[in-house]
């Protein structure tokens, strides 16, 4: 199928979906399409022709708007490409439109967007999981071939379980973060989400490697394309007992099976520990807190986006950011609290001391075997209103996501082939061995089929 042929395809089954996964669609996706084409057909197009792309609405595209799902940036316009984007469209991939996540990217949910709730394409009366909601939806039912979201606790890895695609996070300082709106910035990275393996692969051969307007990316580009066909014979690959504490019944016999088909493949599975695993929730939390309520104060009704004025500055500051949604207002408000200088010495450094103890256990177990694997959700997609009254209910669902956003490792869900709601399975492995991770999934792939 030619290109504007399936784009004009992807536009009619968006504006007919009714899952809530679009916030904006790009104007210019029909003539990108046929200025692409015109590649193609010239045996002239970049990597990345023919693949059609949503991208999360807190990843800036230029002339688009960039909302991050909230009130407060409703009308805002990005001026730029973040370094992401302008990779894409360099290789010419194709942008159809941003999609809906949990505003500012807080949530487990997709359901605490102001444009509200993202419906999951398996079941509409469950969420599909968040906050990179609308990128998993959009893939899974088909609404773009691929998608970029972003992970600073989980966010790509829970819809990406709850929807059944493939969604990767990479090594903290992997790929640039320039042009995405920071929600933790010790923790967060851009990542895709798939239907399979090798279009993650060639996504992330594209988007990774140094850039001189985010320092914390220091290695050249790399491709990876060619592991996916590698062989995992003689993998080592750790099972997380401690992972599976608390898991739905359902989600540990299929993750165990999943292990049992990589073991078929030639994987050496043993048994590791992570028991700090236990307090992994409320380590993220306090580090994600300090660090979201000082990334939020740029949004003060000065300078971006909603402004509504009051009888002096403290009063216009506080009525702006009355945009703010509840969740968002109630983490500026935590993090403001736990680093007060009256807590100087407490919570804060508490919680770096533990995100430390965390990483050094998820490191050490990673000198046992090559990868580290369990489930990447403890449940399926839970019902829409099931947790959304019960913040620390929500908090609990990432507590097998968090520890590789504390540790900056990379991470993966791989859907496992299930009948009913989908079920996640997760790889971990050492800093910058991605490609232990994309091997091993698509020998999982191409094994289960
Ligand atoms: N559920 C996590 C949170 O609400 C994940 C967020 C994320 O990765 N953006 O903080």
């Not at 990767?168 to 920071?182: A, C, H, N, W």
Request: charged residues 25%; contains cysteine.
């Amino acid at each position: 199928m030619k290109l504007n042929e399936k784009v004009n395809s992807y536009l009619a089954n968006i504006s007919k979906s009714k899952l809530n996964a679009f916030i904006s669609i790009n104007k210019h996706a029909e003539n990108d399409a046929e200025r692409i084409q015109k590649k193609i057909d010239a045996g002239k197009a970049g990597r990345l022709a023919g693949y059609v792309f949503s991208i999360k609405d807190n990843i800036a595209v230029s002339g688009m708007r960039l909302t991050c799902a909230s009130k407060m940036l409703e009308n805002y316009i990005s001026p730029y490409d973040a370094t992401v984007v302008k990779r894409i469209i360099a290789e010419d991939g194709l942008i159809i439109g941003k999609v809906n996540m949990d505003e500012f990217a807080c949530g487990a949910s997709g359901e605490t967007s102001y444009f509200g709730p993202t419906l999951n394409p398996h079941d509409t009366g469950r969420v599909p999981g968040g906050s990179s909601a609308g990128s998993a939806t959009s893939v899974a039912a088909g609404l773009s071939d691929v998608s970029l979201g972003s992970d600073t606790g989980g966010s790509i890895r829970c819809p990406a379980s709850f929807c059944g695609v493939f969604g990767f996070k990479p090594t903290y300082g992997t790929v640039s973060r320039y042009g995405l709106v920071d929600m933790a910035m010790s923790l967060d990275q851009i990542g895709p989400v798939t239907k399979n393996v090798s279009d993650a692969a060639l996504i992330l051969s594209v988007i990774n490697g140094s850039d001189k307007m985010d320092n914390t990316v220091t290695g050249t580009q790399q491709d990876y394309t060619k592991f996916v066909k590698q062989k995992i014979t003689g993998v080592k690959i750790g099972v997380v007992e401690e992972f599976f504490e608390g898991c739905e019944h359902a989600i540990e016999k299929n993750v165990r099976d999943g292990i049992e088909i990589l073991k078929n493949e030639g994987a050496n599975i043993v048994k590791v520990s992570v028991p700090k695993t236990a307090i992994a929730v409320p380590t993220y939390y306090l580090n994600m807190f300090a660090e979201f309520s000082s990334a939020m104060q740029k949004f003060d009704g000065l300078k971006y986006g909603f402004r509504k004025d009051g009888k002096d500055i403290n009063d216009t500051v506080a009525e702006s950011r009355s945009a703010l949604g509840e969740e968002v207002k109630r983490r500026i408000l935590l993090g403001t609290y736990i680093t007060m200088k009256e807590f100087r010495g407490k919570w804060y450094s508490t919680a770096l001391k533990a995100r430390e103890t965390i990483r050094h256990e998820m490191i050490q177990a990673l000198k046992k075997c090559d990868l580290l694997i369990g489930p990447t959700m403890p449940f399926t997609a839970f019902k829409l209103g099931e947790k959304i009254k019960d913040p620390v209910e929500m908090y609990l669902a990432d507590i097998l996501t968090v520890s590789a956003n504390l540790s900056g490792l990379p991470a993966a869900s791989i859907p496992l082939n299930v009948s009913g709601l989908p079920i996640g399975m997760q790889l971990h492995a050492n800093a910058g061995e991605e490609v232990k991770i994309l091997a091993a999934a698509a020998a999982y792939e191409g094994a289960s089929k």
